[in-house]
């Protein structure tokens, strides 16, 4: 591979190289030593966004993106060649941004540490692309929607303002001292970008390309190929190598657990994992595509994953994440692989030997293993159509958001009439892999898709899996959950029974 000349990054305009950075280094500990000190360190694993920084990443077109991402998760080496900005290339004291003037207006903040990370998931949400004025019916319903979730619209995560911010851009944000009204009150104050807004108009421009880059430390190497062929070659001579793209779990490893890779790989703008493609048997979903890119892109196509994705931890991780990483884990309580499972679909594999497709089902072979070689990566996942019209997405967790499943469960069934044609039942949480229910979906395939069936397949989904007690929960408390799941998604699809008189 070529490397970039000097790696650098732009931060509120500003080249800044990289060079004498380790490569372990997060992009918040390298912009804090570069005198950036607005973004902070709160929790330095994704969960409280007071690292939130903009990057600008490629739009829906050919345009750009200001994402919001956390600082705190991704490497410095990974931002070479790309633009950033931080709260304080957003405004100044004497000429406060739009997002900063009603955040100090309306109260919405105190001590200020969460701040400069509001700001930022705050300013990308108010340059979204579609972001627009909601019509006067739609705004009945959105107000419908914050009035009836009166107790939960004091925290992020809920509803979209007239101005059409949707709160759930601020749902990886966290605030210990104002109380969340403020913060909303200022997000729904928001107008339009000014006509003569920089960033604003650094939309309509291409994106930065994404640079090859060689960066080298203590710790090792961090080296991000041109393409995907380079990206191969490299891996067969390093089979040992970490393969980097959101980030959003080996940022965890590097902060929490001290992990260092000798070479790490980064994959996040491989344009060849990037590709999301509609056709008449198959959906083909990137590998390297952030879950809010498949999310837009797929814009409701898979009705499952759009039960998902709300579920998925936070949009300012949902920003990073991806589905390689999420197979790349291979953690049994990952919440896309129970929802792969149901959709049954394939993953590409590529290596020296080209593309291979495995089943989701047959992917993993035991804890955190899988058939991937050690000289493969996962190119994308190809999800059959058409799909099952009746889904669902069961996530139990300690909270309702931002958190790791207790137990998931997907539902992808057919029924025709009353009759259930076909069932596909994921399951995470509940062994050392996702698994297939595949004994209840044999006690609902065939059967008429009434109360007395769905109690009695209840019953066998009860006994799936070899459910464990651990930090989460207890081995009981999943299996309740597993016999409660079919009747929730009976009661969700039947018609609502009228009260007798
Ligand atoms: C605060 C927080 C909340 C979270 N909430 C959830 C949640 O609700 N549900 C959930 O399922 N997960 C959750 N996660 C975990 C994580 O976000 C997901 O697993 C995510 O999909 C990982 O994607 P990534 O691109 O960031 O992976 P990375 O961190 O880049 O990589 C993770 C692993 O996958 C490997 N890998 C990456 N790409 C590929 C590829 N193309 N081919 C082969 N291997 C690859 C890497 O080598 C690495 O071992 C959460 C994480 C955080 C920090
Ligand atoms: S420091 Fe908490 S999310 Fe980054
Ligand atoms: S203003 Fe103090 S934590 Fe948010």
């Not at 903009?54 to 633009?83: F, H, I, K, Y």
């Not at 109380?179 to 108009?201: K, Q, T």
């Not at 992990?259 to 959906?283: K, P, T, W």
């Not at 892999?433 to 007395?452: C, D, N």
Request: hydrophobic share 40%.
């Amino acid at each position: 591979m070529t490397p970039g000349l000097r790696p650098e990054v732009t931060v509120n305009g500003v080249g800044i190289g990289l060079d004498g950075t380790d490569p372990a280094t997060t992009a918040l500990d390298w912009l804090r030593s570069r005198g950036l000190t607005g973004a902070k360190e709160g929790c330095a694993e994704g969960e409280c966004g007071a690292c939130a920084v903009m990057v600008a990443r490629p739009g829906a077109d050919s345009g750009t993106e200001w994402t919001a991402l956390n600082s705190c998760l991704v490497p410095a080496a990974s931002l070479d060649g790309q633009e950033v900005v931080t709260a304080e290339g957003l405004g100044t004291p004497e000429r406060l941004h739009p997002v900063q003037r009603e955040l100090a207006r309306r109260g919405g903040s105190q001590c200020g540490f969460c701040t400069p990370g509001f700001v930022c998931s705050m300013a990308a949400e108010y340059y979204r692309d579609g972001r627009q004025p909601l019509d006067e019916s739609a705004r009945d319903v959105a107000d419908d929607a914050v009035d009836d979730a009166a107790d939960e619209a004091r925290e992020p995560g809920h509803g979209c303002g007239a101005n059409g911010f949707e709160l759930e851009a601020l749902s990886g944000n966290l605030c210990r001292c104002t109380g969340y009204r403020p913060i909303r009150d200022a997000a729904f104050a928001l107008p339009e970008p000014a006509a003569d807004d920089p960033l604003a108009a650094r939309r309509t421009e291409a994106p930065p390309r994404a640079a090859a880059t060689l960066l080298e430390g203590d710790s090792g190497r961090y080296v991000r190929p041109v393409d995907l062929a380079d990206a191969i070659a490299l891996l067969g001579e390093h089979p040992g190598a970490v393969l980097v793209a959101g980030s959003t779990d080996w940022g965890v490893e590097v902060n929490l657990r001290g992990a260092r890779a000798a070479l790490v790989i980064g994959l996040d703008r491989l344009a060849e994992l990037r590709a999301l493609s509609v056709g008449n048997d198959v959906i083909e979903i990137g590998a390297a595509l952030s879950l809010t890119e498949v999310e837009r892109g797929l814009a409701g196509r898979i009705p499952l994953l759009d039960k998902l994705f709300p579920q998925f931890a936070s949009r300012l991780i949902r920003n990073g994440a991806t589905i390689g990483g999420n197979l790349g884990t291979g953690s049994p309580i990952g919440d896309l692989l129970p929802a792969l499972l149901a959709l049954e679909a394939d993953v590409v594999l590529t290596g020296p030997r080209g593309d291979r497709e495995v089943a989701v089902a047959d992917y993993f072979t035991g804890y955190r293993r899988s058939v991937r070689r050690p000289d493969e990566l996962v190119r994308a996942v190809r999800v059959p159509v058409p799909l099952a019209p009746v889904t669902a997405f069961h996530k139990i967790a300690k909270r309702r958001y931002d958190d790791i499943s207790s137990v998931a469960v997907a539902f992808a069934l057919d029924i025709d009439g009353d009759v259930v044609r076909r069932a596909r039942i994921g399951l995470g949480g509940v062994a050392a892999t996702s698994v297939r229910a595949r004994q209840t979906e044999a006690a609902l395939e065939g059967r008429p898709w009434t109360v007395e069936t769905v109690h009695a397949a209840a019953d066998v989904l009860q006994g799936e899996g070899t459910p464990l007690d651990d930090h989460r929960a207890s081995a009981a408390y999943r299996r309740a959950v597993l016999g409660t799941s079919l009747p929730r998604l009976y009661a969700e699809t039947s018609p609502r029974q009228e009260a007798s008189a």
